[in-house]
């Protein structure tokens, strides 16, 4: 956890901080708002929105760690192995290096049992014991290192979610108990956006994001291997993801001046 809130500083200042010079491509948006009604809420309303497509991988950490039924054979932890996720969303920017967006996340992982004893044994592996399924809804703010519709800018976002778990029971070792898990956690993402034309880009990032453990609590579900040593109440997830981004607004490189003939 202390890495993880080393990273949001680290993040938030990429938000934050605007550099000061730039000579890459601009766009009609301005650097800075100087009246959030007319620079902002214009921005909103005018022709800078984009929809964007993406898919990738999903990671996690650990969501229990269990006694074997019999204790001599040590213990055992629940895993979910790499994954996969699919998503789109919109977005908008309203200055030439601040946006937002809103997007919606499948992702879809299958659940492993792994042995836990610190020795390489693998006495209690089990495969494939369910699927964990997620659905997620996010809202983030985006800050581009340079203009957004440059050829090639980093970018970091910050935003919050909100996560349904849903499990597929394939082994009578989990079970959903026809409990529907949510929780509401920060998110906050790093990337890189290339433009491929006028109105097409694509973005890659690593998206990490916290969350409420589907396995932990009242309405919860259910690991059946053994007791429970350690049940964490948060478990982070890490998303890889490409995404393929319309604008919907041209952008404009700005003109070199007229050069003035001297007599």
């Known amino acids: 956890m202390r890495k993880s809130r080393w990273m ?15 000579k890459a491509q601009t766009d009609s948006t301005k650097a800075q708002a100087t009246d959030f009604v007319r620079d902002v809420l214009k921005g909103l309303l005018g022709p800078n929105w984009n929809v964007f497509a993406q898919g990738g991988l999903t990671t996690s950490q650990r969501y229990l760690l269990q006694q074997a039924v019999n204790p001599l054979q040590g213990q ?7 994954g996969w996720q699919v998503g789109a969303g919109a977005g908008v920017d309203v200055l030439l290096r601040m946006g937002f967006r809103a997007s919606y996340t499948f992702n879809s992982s299958q659940l492993n049992y792994r042995t836990d004893n610190g020795t390489g044994s693998d006495a209690l592996n089990i495969d494939d014991v369910g699927r964990l399924k997620s659905n997620t809804v996010s809202l983030e703010v985006m ?3 340079l203009p957004s519709r440059a050829a090639i800018t980093p970018y970091a976002t910050l935003g919050i979610q909100g996560t349904w778990w849903s499990l597929s029971e394939n082994s009578p070792l989990v079970a959903s108990n026809g409990a529907t898990p949510f929780s509401i956690s920060p998110l906050f993402a790093f990337g890189m956006q290339f433009k491929a034309a006028d109105h097409w880009s694509a973005r890659l990032e690593a998206n990490m994001m916290g969350g409420h453990n589907p ?4 309405k919860s579900f259910v690991s059946l291997a053994g007791p429970a040593i350690d049940e964490p109440t948060d478990v982070q997830h890490t998303d890889f993801r490409l995404a393929g981004v319309y604008h919907f607004g041209r952008s404009k490189t700005a003109n070199p001046p007229t050069p003035v003939a001297h007599k």
């Open 8 to 22: 949001v500083f680290v993040l938030f200042g990429l938000v934050v901080v605007t550099p000061t010079t730039s």
């Open 143 to 145: 800050r581009y290192m």
């Open 76 to 82: 055992r932890a629940l895993r979910s192995g790499t």
């Open 215 to 218: 396995f932990t609590g009242n």
